[in-house]
């Protein structure tokens, strides 16, 4: 991949602001453009867009091909005329700063079928040519539409495993009969990716004018409970019934004593190759119709995974297995070009792993937050180690914002107190500061400072936020993925001085 020399923003849309409950690709997504712009940023990262089942994790979706539904945007669709003003003033009120997903989803839901009803009702010949000329370009959709439907006549907590066995196993005729019953449910599923799709295109089109690249996330599993599973189920390794008999996860690490237990399905790699690798191909190409560039998220798990026995009830007990990754992507790269892949190669990174990252030419990435305590890639994450095809990071959507990194006292699961302060005291003495009140500016400062390519900064580290703003925290169920800025947050002030630091270390997205 042709590198740059850019700076951007991680920042999930569902973290922006807005009046609807949680962040969306209305009018507050292009003002932030807008702001990128006036920072001199030329980077926007996200995290995967698909819709959220359990846990509103961005990383355990109902499908790996679907957009969420929840992040069309009201005003849009007031704009096009299938929403109204007074539609759009009875929204119930809710929390500014945190989304509230419990009540929300029911809510813009709500909101959503109402515009498919006015879709219904009001919609010309031409519109619904080209609403079914989307439907039959993405073979992917009719399965995801059905597989959400038949989960909300199930009751959406209820894994597709637990469904009648004629649906478990996808007998044709059980699914035809379901597929007309739930007619009206799946066209409007159908309806609603067709407006995702629509305003997030849109979005891009305003990106490209201001020469920002948008950055997603390609998570390297998908749920158990997903279309892609149900309708799939030769690509994983399950037993006779759909359950998984391995899960995917890593081992003890940085996050957790005990490793984490992620709990998707591992693939079954041999049907993949004697498929030429075809689902993954699709995959591929779906993200970079979606994205300009985008993170292979678990890089090290395409050369080997970390294998556990479903049974387990920690990530202890695994076994690292060979993947097939050089030829997947051999594959890819021979179906689509060169892929726009940044490598997420953290973790337990080996020589075979580096090898096939290089062979590809996968830029890969450092975490400046890692680069000070015993983590085994520390010294990698130091920037006078960086070279060239790197994206670097003050932290990723699982660390802690800097500032709260920075003013925490108290150990954790994998350092101690004494490692704390040796942490602490090393990064003041490397990063040569004195009064560090602004410990997040000298580590932005360091980041774009650096030869690295990409330089990107969580928006909280750029507006200096604690702890309480944290977006995740691995291995753990309940308050993640919730923040949100407020409106005005960022502000010109701020933009200048992003702006300045750009414009001193060339990061304005000129060939490297």
């Not at 998707?264 to 075809?278: D, K, L, V």
């Not at 949100?484 to 304005?508: F, N, S």
């Amino acid at each position: 991949m042709r590198l740059t020399r850019l700076s951007g923003i991680l920042l999930h849309p569902t973290s922006l602001p807005g009046r609807f409950g949680i962040g969306d690709l209305g009018p507050q997504a292009y003002a932030f453009l807008e702001w990128l712009e006036s920072a001199g940023q030329t980077l926007w990262q996200v995290l995967p867009l698909g819709p959220t089942g359990y846990g509103d994790s961005p990383y355990q979706l109902f499908s790996a091909f679907a957009g969420n539904p929840l992040l069309i945007s009201p005003e849009r669709l007031r704009e096009q005329g299938l929403l109204s003003s007074a539609d759009l003033n009875s929204f119930p009120q809710f929390p500014t700063d945190h989304v509230d997903f419990g009540p929300l989803i029911p809510s813009r839901l709500g909101l959503l079928t109402r515009a498919y009803q006015n879709f219904q009702r009001a919609a010309t010949p031409s519109i619904r040519r080209e609403f079914e000329h989307f439907c039959e370009e993405r073979p992917w959709l009719e399965d995801y539409a059905l597989f959400i439907a038949l989960k909300q006549q199930h009751g959406v907590e209820h894994v597709w495993t637990e469904w009648e066995p004629q649906l478990v196993s996808r007998h044709a005729g059980a699914l035809n009969l379901w597929r007309r019953q739930l007619q009206g449910e799946v066209e409007k599923q159908k309806f609603w990716q067709w407006e995702f799709a629509r305003q997030w295109q849109s979005l891009r089109a305003d990106a490209r004018e201001r020469n920002i690249r948008i950055m997603g996330d390609l998570p390297i599993y998908v749920a158990h409970d997903s279309a892609d599973v149900w309708s799939n189920p030769d690509h994983f390794q399950l037993d006779e019934l759909g359950n998984a008999t391995v899960i995917a996860g890593v081992p003890p690490d940085y996050f957790s004593t005990t490793g984490q237990r992620w709990g998707n399905p591992i693939y079954n790699w041999e049907r993949a190759q004697a498929t030429g690798f075809a689902w993954w191909v699709d995959r591929f190409r779906a993200t970079m119709d979606q994205f300009d560039l985008f993170r292979l998220d678990h890089f090290r798990g395409f050369e080997a995974y970390w294998e556990i026995p479903a049974s387990e009830p920690t990530a202890l007990n695994g076994a690292w297995k060979h993947a097939p990754g050089q030829e997947l992507f051999t594959a890819a790269r021979a179906a689509l070009g060169e892929l726009p892949i940044i490598a997420e190669n953290l973790g337990v990174i080996t020589p075979e792993v580096e090898a096939i990252r290089k062979e590809f030419g996968f830029p890969g990435m450092s975490v400046l937050q890692f680069a000070f305590g015993k983590d085994p890639q520390a010294p990698d994450f130091k920037p006078h180690n960086y070279p060239r095809d790197r994206f670097a990071y003050t932290g990723t959507h699982d660390n802690d914002t800097v500032m709260g990194w920075w003013n925490s006292s108290g150990g954790d699961s994998t350092r101690t107190d004494e490692d704390i302060a040796k942490e602490k005291a090393y990064a003041q003495a490397y990063l040569a500061v004195e009064e560090p009140r602004e410990m997040n500016w000298v580590m932005i400062r360091a980041l774009l400072s650096s030869v690295a390519a990409g330089a990107v900064m969580p928006a909280q580290d750029v507006l200096g936020l604690g702890s309480e703003t944290r977006f995740n925290i691995p291995g753990t169920l309940g308050g993640n993925w919730r923040w949100r800025m407020r409106t005005g947050d960022l502000t010109p002030e701020i933009a200048r001085r992003l702006k300045k630091l750009v414009d001193l270390y060339d990061r304005g997205g000129t060939d490297d």
